[in-house]
Nanobody
């Protein structure tokens, strides 16, 4: 069973930055397209960004130009660099497969943007 562990969330002021990390055991991240998702209170979970095994990235319009998804060289961790954060970015952020049936969801990491 795949176990995903998200970290890096926190409380930040509008305009601030955070870097989220997603780790999993073995070579799971290395051999799968991976994505970051978020779920705000009362809303459906949505795809924020995705990265393919080959390194191609996708971004939702709402975060384009502000967020960057990447993998480490060993491809064991997926990151989401979030800059110029807005109040509406407040949500629980999750990582999971991108463009494929998701594994069981992890606990996620809370991102709160507030002044």
């Amino acid at each position: 069973q795949v176990q995903l562990v998200e970290s890096g969330g926190g409380l930040v002021q509008p305009g601030g930055s955070l870097r989220l990390s997603c780790a999993a055991s073995g070579s799971i991240i290395r051999i799968n397209d991976m994505g970051w998702y978020r779920q705000a209170p009362g809303k459906e979970r949505e795809l924020v960004a995705g990265i393919t095994v080959g390194g191609s990235a996708y971004y939702a319009d709402s975060v384009k130009g502000r967020f960057t998804i990447s993998r480490d060289i060993a491809k064991t961790t997926v990151y989401l660099q979030m800059n110029s954060l807005k109040l509406e970015d407040t949500a629980v952020y999750y990582c999971n497969r991108y463009r494929a049936r998701p594994w069981d969801w992890g606990q996620g990491t809370q991102v709160t943007v507030s002044s």
